[in-house]
C-alpha cells in the first residue's frame, strides 16, 4: 500500500524511520518512542534516528550557549 500511494523508492520501514527521526527531533524521548514503536531496546531507537545534520541537531545546542 505505501508504495502504492507513495512511491516505489518509500517502504513501510521508511515511514517508520521517518516517525522514530521525527518525534526524536520535536523532543520526544526513546521510552515515548519505544511505547509508539513497540520497539524492546533503545538501540533500535537510535538506528532508527536518521538526524545527520551535525549543524543544527547537536549536544551543544542543549547548552544553551
Given at each position: 500500500?505505501?508504495?502504492?500511494?507513495?512511491?516505489?523508492?518509500?517502504?513501510?520501514h521508511s515511514l517508520r524511520a521517518s516517525f522514530v527521526t521525527?518525534?526524536?527531533?520535536?523532543?520526544a524521548d526513546d521510552?515515548?518512542?519505544?511505547r509508539q514503536t513497540k520497539h524492546r531496546k533503545s538501540?533500535?531507537?537510535?538506528?532508527?534516528t536518521r538526524i545527520e545534520?551535525?549543524?543544527l541537531y547537536n549536544a551543544a545546542m542543549k547548552l544553551g550557549l
Open positions: 500500500m505505501v508504495k502504492k500511494y507513495l512511491r516505489k523508492q518509500y517502504s513501510p521525527i518525534a526524536k527531533m520535536n523532543g521510552s515515548e518512542v519505544m538501540d533500535m531507537i537510535h538506528r532508527y545534520d551535525i549543524r
